[in-house]
């Protein structure tokens, strides 16, 4: 600092408290740097050092008896102790040089003795070493300490030599990279063994005491503070155990395709002050089926089951919660008869709680209104549910969509997560928006809802005798109102920052399904081709018609619709387990087309088309059984339609009006698509 500045200056020798306001600006390891040192540390000298060649109390310049001369009366005075304690230094206190000092026993410190190294020179020959000195080329012990320097940034043991600065050492291994949360490594803070260097003079133990002394005598709380064997780890990278893993897994790949549960972070609060068991379980064991737990899986879904079954547990809105959870697992895991029973015993606690009345929210609450927002979700989500696995594979009756429900509608996922709940709207003004002048917008869970009332509409619709039954038209117009009133931000699935709103694109996948289950029927495509492919529903019957009708071409353009959806740019497997299914819908009706004589031969939209659905089912086999044996029946289906296909073109009426360039082309079409369908195991194409 320049001279005449006007700021006193602490003694030479002492140890000055860090200056908090530049600790940002000469942060030794900084992310943003690398882990370099920043040239704003490296030219400053060590604290408590000098670059003086002599001073009064350098232990080397006084008299050996102990007196040090008065030069203005020649008076002695007092002995002056060879060096003052760590303590007392940074108080700028007199030290009695004992060991441990008056006043470290009077204020309880740990008393730490460094020798002051002003004036120094280098070692001298013929002296004795202090043992608490340490030669100028020798830093810290830095590979068995680590410090982050906004909790103690004071750094010592630094030397200097010839009288220039040098940089002040960093504890622990320098990183190469920034560190953050995903290249941090313990190993990189905490080495098994401290490779043999000549620097390592000075014991691991003396240099934690000395910091762990001087962030005590200056009010620092060295939190994170790491010794090899002798300190905790920093409490801001613990490690996680099983069950923290599996919840945090919960919430990155499922709770967003059925956000009903608790956001996190008050699921947690309310589970260390409530018990919910059954819940917590669950979540652990759905959150295990997407990430790596070794042989702990079968233990934590034994656990869940347990709880599940057990009737002393609350029945309560929490335990249909947990219970709505592992029905969708289940079924996801090819357990669809433990999932179907599940869900009627889900129904029938839903409704005897009341679940289904707006009160319930407020009742059950606490005054929170996250947590009404959770109850108002729960039933919703309940009701999708019951109408997915009621539609896509055509076991139940969607018994919900016959009870009396006037529980109003969720809000939008931002607002969910972020706590901002909105006064809720109720479905009667969402049914009633075009007529009643209505601005308000209403949220994409509100759209899946319809889209799900749609669904139980189709399902409810008495037998339909035709393609020009009246009834078919009716439900036809349901599903093209629903799309002409979006909203222009709900017609994509994919937001304006190009986010996935998963609440729009089951709502979308849900409209397509209900389309091809509504037109197959009536359509001219005959289903006795892909007949095999039974994962997610049974095979039904539709035979050929003579005509490429307008059914044909709904279902066809559905059909097409879901492979579309596979083209989003996000993980496949954010998605709900029930859109394994949906693409198992749609690749039927490619597989049918792809088997009529008639379609032209170089359609390679459709083989691409194909392609797609069987690439998505073999993402989502990598979590959901029932996408791997869905992926195989596909493509056994695939496989016989092709050789089926090769046997036709041995007979030459069946290229009359091509071109001998359109018979090559369609035949390098046809294998290019069966290619990698050839390599698959019997077991794998199966199922």
């Known amino acids: 600092m320049a001279q005449g500045s006007g700021v006193p200056q602490p003694p030479a020798g002492t140890l000055s408290p860090p200056d908090s306001s530049s600790s940002a600006s000469q942060s030794p390891i900084s992310p943003t740097n690398g882990g370099r040192i920043p040239q704003a540390v490296a030219d400053v000298p060590a604290a408590g050092l000098s670059t003086t060649s002599k001073s009064p109390e350098d232990p080397a310049s006084r008299p050996a008896d102990g007196m040090v001369k008065d030069d203005s009366d020649g008076r002695s005075r007092e002995s002056a102790v060879p060096a003052a304690c760590l303590a007392c230094r940074s108080k700028h206190l007199k030290c009695d040089g004992q060991t441990p000092c008056s006043r470290c026993v009077g204020s309880n410190f740990e008393c730490i003795y460094v020798a002051s190294r002003r004036g120094y020179k280098g070692p001298r020959r013929g002296t004795a070493q202090n043992p608490n000195k340490r030669h100028a080329t020798s830093p810290p012990d830095t ?23 040098v940089p002040v050492p960093m504890p622990g291994p320098m990183p190469s990279t920034p560190m953050t949360i995903h290249n941090f490594s313990p190993a990189g803070l905490l080495p098994e063994t401290s490779p043999a260097t000549p620097f390592q003079t000075t014991p691991a133990a003396t240099q934690a005491q000395l910091y762990r002394s001087y962030c005590s005598i200056n009010g620092i709380e060295p939190a994170s503070l790491v010794t090899g064997a002798h300190l905790p780890f920093p409490t801001h990278f613990p490690m996680q155990t099983l069950h923290e893993r599996c919840v945090d897994s919960f919430y990155r790949y499922f709770h967003g395709s059925h956000p009903f549960v608790l956001p996190k972070e008050h699921l947690l609060r309310f589970a260390s002050e409530n018990p919910i068991d059954p819940l917590m379980a669950v979540i652990r064991w759905v959150g295990s089926l997407f990430i790596d737990v070794g042989k702990s899986r079968p233990s934590l879904y034994d656990d869940a089951m347990r709880l599940l079954d057990d009737l002393t547990q609350p029945q309560d809105g929490f335990k249909v919660q947990a219970m709505m959870l592992a029905i969708v697992a289940l079924d996801g895991s090819c357990q669809n008869e433990k999932a179907a029973e599940l869900l009627g015993r889900t129904e029938t606690l839903a409704l005897q709680i009341g679940l289904n009345k707006s009160h319930f929210a407020s009742l059950n609450g606490r005054g929170n209104p996250v947590l009404e927002e959770s109850w108002r979700r729960t039933w919703w989500d309940l009701f999708i549910i019951d109408g997915m696995i009621a539609g896509v594979h055509r076991m139940t009756n969607f018994m919900l969509y016959d009870v009396p429900a006037d529980v109003s509608l969720p809000c939008e996922e931002h607002q969910y997560l972020s706590g901002h709940i909105p006064p809720p709207m109720t479905l009667e003004e969402l049914e009633d928006r075009d007529f009643s002048g209505d601005e308000r917008r209403f949220s994409s869970f509100a759209y899946r809802i319809l889209c799900g009332r749609n669904l139980g509409r189709f399902m409810r619709t008495p037998p339909i005798y035709g393609p020009e039954d009246e009834n078919l038209g009716r439900i036809e117009n349901l599903l093209t109102n629903w799309r002409l009133h979006l909203p222009e931000d709900k017609k994509d699935s994919l937001q304006a920052n190009g986010q996935l709103d998963e609440m729009m ?14 037109h197959q029927p009536h359509s001219q495509l005959d289903s006795s081709p892909a007949q095999k492919v039974t994962s997610c529903a049974p095979y039904q019957l539709v035979p050929a018609g003579d005509l490429f009708n307008k059914h044909t071409k709904h279902t066809i353009t559905s059909a097409n619709g879901i492979s579309k959806l596979i083209t989003h740019r996000v993980p496949l497997l954010s998605h709900t387990h029930f859109f394994t299914c949906v693409i198992t819908l749609s690749s039927i009706v490619h597989l049918n087309k792809w088997a009529l004589f008639f379609i032209q031969h170089d359609d390679d939209d459709l083989r691409q088309q194909i392609r797609l659905n069987i690439g998505a089912l073999n993402e989502l086999s990598s979590v959901w059984g029932a996408a791997d044996r869905a992926r195989g029946q596909v493509k056994g289906v695939a496989q016989e339609i092709y050789h089926i296909k090769k046997e036709q073109q041995k007979n030459p009426q069946y290229w009359m009006g091509f071109t001998q360039e359109d018979v090559i082309n369609s035949m390098a079409a046809d294998e290019s698509i069966i290619a990698n369908f050839d390599s698959m195991s019997p077991s794998q194409l199966m199922g």
Do not use: E, N, R
């Open 143 to 165: 590979d068995s300490i680590s410090l982050p320097p906004s909790d103690c940034p004071m750094l010592l043991g630094a030397g200097v030599s010839s009288g220039m600065p």
């Open 505 to 518: 694109f089951q709502a979308h996948m849900m409209m397509y399904a209900t389309s091809i289950l509504l």
